[in-house]
């Protein structure tokens, strides 16, 4: 694998034309069975293993988990507030400033764990959705966009796909 296609492993996020339902059914599926899909990536690596970089440059399997943890646990944030409020500007954040912080080196159990009960807590809310739902968005302050839940789905539906692949690809390389 090319460096460019260790750092997208299943390419980049394109959202569709337009949405359908079975959009929503199968990204809603990705953001259930992610938890225990990455478990199960990680389950039998040794420590020396989680430190191995998916890339030259790139985070730590250890980092990676972490990483899919906080980001996730922003999206549901993220969801609630557009819910909730009209229009809502969210709060970004420096992801890359995030995997130097102390909590990043500890053990990927407590980071798996918070999958579970956070992607239990995203499907629950998704799959109650109307479709005046599904148009709600929030307003990113980076770039300025206004984005509507159902192409936030998409975007995180490959999130987890993509950093899953991190993994599985590294395991691969380095037959981990």
Avoid at 6 to 30: C, E, L, Q
Avoid at 142 to 166: D, N, R, V
């Amino acid at each position: 694998m090319t460096d460019e296609q260790m750092k997208y492993p299943v390419g980049k996020f394109s959202p569709p034309a337009s949405y359908t339902t079975d959009d929503f059914r199968r990204w809603i599926n990705d953001i259930k069975v992610l938890p225990g899909l990455l478990r199960q990536a990680v389950i039998s690596l040794n420590e020396k293993q989680l430190d191995t970089p998916y890339r030259t440059g790139g985070w730590t399997l250890r980092q990676v988990v972490h990483h899919v943890a906080d980001s996730h646990m922003n999206a549901l944030m993220r969801l609630k507030l557009a819910l909730t409020e009209d229009k809502p500007t969210i709060k970004p954040y420096e992801e890359a400033h995030w995997a130097l912080l102390p909590d990043y080196r500890l053990p990927v159990e407590s980071s798996l764990r918070l999958l579970e009960g956070i992607h239990s807590h995203w499907a629950a809310i998704l799959e109650s959705f109307t479709e005046d739902e599904w148009n709600r968005s929030f307003i990113h302050p980076e770039s300025g966009e206004t984005i509507p839940l159902k192409k936030f789905l998409g975007t995180y539906s490959w999130h987890g796909k993509h950093h899953l692949a991190h993994i599985t690809e590294t395991v691969k390389k380095f037959d981990l």
